[in-house]
């Protein structure tokens, strides 16, 4: 059997340095007659639910609010008590990738039902408040 040489090119060690690390030039910010005039920036106030700004239906909107709002709570409590993902997943009987999603924010991968089980295995409480949204 014969092993041809690899093509991927070689990284440097690490303790070299660039070349170019003495040689820093500063540039200046020119302004011509040819430059185009500045644009100005808009700045809109989103609402409360960050996912109807961006273009979710109501009820899905909501759905993931909700959702998103339940793992933030969920991970503030592994957080606090410095656990790992596997301590964390023993305390919740969950595998540890299952909790690795949760602390990424996966929230596809969790349903309302699922994230206040935790919740109350917790020893949190869920409270479910509603509002009419104003017009």
């Known amino acids: 059997m014969c092993s041809m040489p690899s093509r991927r090119k070689r ?3 690490a303790s070299a340095i660039s070349p170019l690390a003495n040689n820093v030039t500063m540039r200046r910010s020119v ?3 040819s430059s185009k005039p500045q644009q100005s920036i808009q700045v809109l106030r ?3 639910n ?3 700004d961006l273009g979710f239906a109501a009820e899905e909107a909501a759905n993931l609010k909700v959702r998103a709002d339940l793992m933030l709570d969920l991970r ?3 957080q606090e008590r410095g ?3 596997e301590e964390a997943a023993a305390f919740f009987g969950e595998t540890q990738p299952r909790i690795s999603n ?3 924010g996966e929230i596809s991968r969790f349903s309302i039902d699922k994230l206040i089980n935790l919740l109350a295995r917790a020893g949190l409480e ?3 408040e509603t509002k009419l949204k104003a017009a």
Do not use: D, H
């Open 126 to 128: 869920v409270r479910v």
């Open 102 to 104: 949760l602390l990424k």
């Open 11 to 13: 990284k440097r060690p």
């Open 76 to 78: 503030r409590y592994i």
């Open 46 to 48: 989103g609402s409360e």
């Open 83 to 85: 656990w790992t993902q």
């Open 31 to 33: 302004r011509t007659a």
């Open 50 to 52: 960050v996912f109807e």
